[in-house]
């Protein structure tokens, strides 16, 4: 790659949003053909309401401020290595809305089956971006993304750790 050249805007995004979207969708076609019927918990209607509707706020805000304020896709045509912002609380931002976001939806279900799928969202994100997207950006960036690396989760959005 020419230093000219810019990583791809999109990276694996659309096949990872993608392949969690019909992975929510096979567990969603499951849970209303009644296959998951013994993890439907009535009791937990009202607490799984509430943190499935908070949990989607937090993922528009995270997937808000990694695309629309801090421009994302602009800053990737610059060669830009984007350390601040959301992404310092996350490395992929953008994933890591998306998969929170579904997880949301899957505890307005109330169906304990379905809370398995946030696992599984993880797990596909960190082998794609382990595989693909880390090492462009290593080759790219080399030890200023390392060492981001170090301070900063890949898919889940906390506290950054000190330089």
Avoid at 38 to 48: N, R, Y
Avoid at 56 to 71: D, G, P, S, T, Y
Wanted: hydrophobic share 55%.
């Amino acid at each position: 790659m020419t230093q000219k050249e810019h990583l791809p805007v999109f990276g694996v995004g659309p096949l990872c949003g993608m392949s969690m979207l019909l992975i929510f969708g096979i567990g969603v076609f499951l849970h209303f053909n009644g296959y998951l019927d013994s993890g439907k918990i009535k009791e937990l209607q009202i607490p799984f309401f509430i943190l499935g509707g908070i949990l989607i706020l937090f993922a528009v805000w995270i997937w808000i401020w990694a695309v629309w304020i801090q421009k994302i896709d602009q800053e990737i045509k610059k060669n830009h290595l984007v350390t601040t912002g959301i992404y310092a609380w996350v490395r992929n931002p953008i994933y890591a809305a998306i998969a929170i976001a579904l997880t949301g939806f899957a505890l307005l279900l109330v169906n304990l089956w379905l809370l398995l799928l946030p696992c599984i969202f993880w797990i596909e994100i960190t082998v794609l971006m382990k595989f693909t997207e880390e090492k462009w950006l290593e080759e790219r960036y080399g030890q200023a993304y390392l060492n981001y690396c170090k301070r900063v989760n890949r898919c889940i959005p906390w506290f950054p750790k000190r330089k």
